[in-house]
């Protein structure tokens, strides 16, 4: 049904959305180090600035699969009778984890790195950049926690 497709697309451009840009960014933000002059502060300046698209994607995402596995199962159940529904169950988890992460991102470990940006640039220049390492280890780690999800799902599917 053309329901089935809306929702299916919408869970996967969200996937590719957040997952890409959650991906590319974290690479960023590791080599940002190695960036010269003000880009430096760029880098994370962008970063804050898509938030927002980070957390629309994630809740087209969400919706997307949530109403998919609604629709394919006709209810909110997740069966563990075999491995590739058992790697589903792993997925989900670890996505779990991903979602409280990505709050703990967003509130915790980048609201300092606001904080610390003025008007003209960074007031605490030592301050800023430990807020800036902090927030690219977190970011880092989600990247690495939606990579497990794909990893999950593509080897759930393998298996079936």
Known sequence: MAIDIFFSALHWLGATIYG???IAFS???VIRQRIVGEHRQNVMGVFLAWGPG???SMGALILGGAVTHFRIHGAF???TETLPQQLIVAQHLVFLVLWVSSFHLEIWTLDPVRKLEGPTGTQEHDNYE?????ATRQAFFNALLFLTCGALGFFATQLA
């Open 20 to 22: 890409g840009s959650l």
């Open 27 to 29: 690479l960023l933000l």
């Open 54 to 56: 980070l957390g629309l």
């Open 77 to 79: 159940e997740w069966p």
């Open 130 to 134: 430990k807020a800036c390492a902090s």
